[in-house]
């Protein structure tokens, strides 16, 4: 299934946008699925909006890579494509966690980022590289 993960700056580039997931408690970038027909940089400013309550737009593709298998806990199976998007806030409004996916919603510091996986990790430091060519992983 193709999903987004969204990595929204501030203006300035100095904070970053993180929600803290209900089900685990994790801090991530905003995360969702594609809805059928739905443009890619589209979804990704619709989840923010969604998750966070933050009007984006969004600026480039960061990365894409395959997800691994995940089970959940209800049985179902699912395998995703994830498109991660660098996207700018409109302004510095006030992140709140505006749907049932996430307790928090809120700034951080970009040299003091939220613990974060190893994937969003590696994915926000290449939200913090100027654009470079297209990068393949072997």
Same mark, same amino acid.
């Given at each position: 299934?193709?999903?987004?993960?969204?990595?929204?700056?501030?203006?300035?580039?100095?904070?970053?946008? *993180?929600?803290?997931? *209900?089900?685990?408690? *994790?801090?991530?970038?905003?995360?969702?699925?594609?809805?059928?027909?739905?443009?890619?940089?589209? *979804? =990704?400013?619709?989840?923010?909006?969604?998750? =966070?309550?933050?009007?984006?737009?969004?600026?480039?593709?960061?990365?894409?890579?395959?997800?691994?298998?995940?089970?959940?806990?209800?049985?179902?199976?699912?395998?995703?494509?994830?498109?991660?998007?660098?996207?700018?806030?409109?302004?510095?409004?006030?992140?709140?966690?505006?749907?049932?996916?996430?307790?928090? =919603?809120?700034?951080?510091?970009?040299?003091?980022?939220?613990?974060?996986?190893?994937?969003?990790?590696?994915?926000?430091?290449? =939200?913090?590289?100027?654009?470079?060519?297209?990068?393949?992983?072997?």
């Amino acid at each position: 299934m193709p999903g987004v993960t969204v990595l929204v700056l501030n203006p300035e580039r100095t904070r970053m946008l *993180a929600v803290r997931r *209900a089900d685990d408690g *994790a801090w991530t970038p905003v995360t969702g699925i594609i809805d059928p027909g739905e443009e890619p940089a589209r *979804a =990704a400013v619709r989840e923010v909006a969604e998750e =966070a309550g933050i009007d984006c737009r969004a600026q480039r593709l960061l990365d894409v890579r395959t997800l691994p298998p995940i089970t959940y806990p209800n049985g179902d199976h699912a395998q995703y494509l994830d498109l991660c998007f660098l996207c700018e806030a409109d302004g510095e409004s006030v992140p709140f966690p505006a749907d049932g996916e996430n307790t928090e =919603a809120r700034w951080f510091p970009l040299e003091a980022p939220p613990p974060l996986n190893e994937r969003f990790t590696r994915q926000l430091a290449l =939200a913090r590289e100027e654009p470079v060519e297209t990068r393949f992983r072997r």
